[in-house]
């Protein structure tokens, strides 16, 4: 379908032994390599220099992360566009707390882990955003930039400090409801090692912001 908006895809593998490279190649050949750039790293080098690493090729003004695993759904990208211009706004963020928003897929224990920590953290930071663990948002590119010349936790926290860096710099803030589906394809693994590091990384956050 004709979306009208003038867009690449950079793909980012780390290694990953589930077929993603060849996938992608595939699409090169079908939609050509100017609108899919596949741009493979040897070895798992964590999310945000994952970031660092697809600024470098985007072309565009805005871009949107997003996993690549089916947990985010490519039909919410418009309404993310549509919000951007309704607010001008230099982030949109997709939120499964609001609205029509939701999780499918997890347990009852992942859930009350995730409701919890974001509870915990609308509490200690005051983020201004519904959904702050989350990856799927919209940026724009020279917002993107900056956020990333600030960040420095690793993991979960990442994407919150994101946010927490944002509003700390003035940047303004639009919410999408959006369906999170749990990993098709993979392990999602939450164990107590992410937890301690989520709480450590949160208390950094408050002690910093």
């Not at 953290?121 to 948002?137: E, N």
Request: aromatic share 10%; proline share 3%.
């Amino acid at each position: 379908r004709c979306s009208g908006i003038d867009f690449e895809i950079i793909i980012i593998d780390d290694g990953s032994p589930d077929g993603t490279q060849e996938v992608a190649q595939q699409l090169e050949k079908i939609y050509g390599s100017d609108k899919i750039l596949l741009r493979p790293r040897a070895k798992k080098l964590g999310l945000g220099t994952a970031y660092i690493h697809g600024m470098k090729y985007a072309t565009g003004d805005f871009i949107v992360i997003m996993d690549a695993d089916l947990s985010h759904h490519p039909k919410f990208i418009p309404e993310f566009i549509r919000k951007q211009k309704e607010g001008n706004f230099d982030i949109v963020s997709g939120t499964r707390y609001k609205g029509n928003g939701g999780v499918y897929g997890w347990d009852l224990k992942r859930k009350l882990i995730s409701r919890g920590a974001n509870f915990l953290t609308q509490v200690l930071l005051r983020p201004g955003a519904s959904d702050l663990t989350g990856s799927f948002r919209l940026y724009r590119k020279e917002v993107l930039e900056k956020l990333m010349e600030k960040c420095v936790s690793k993991g979960y926290v990442f994407q919150m400090e994101m946010i927490v860096r944002a509003r700390q710099l003035g940047f303004t803030i639009g919410e999408v409801p959006i369906s999170f589906v749990d990993r098709v394809y993979g392990e999602s693994k939450l164990g107590g090692n992410e937890i301690v590091s989520f709480l450590k990384g949160l208390l950094t956050l408050f002690a910093t912001t």
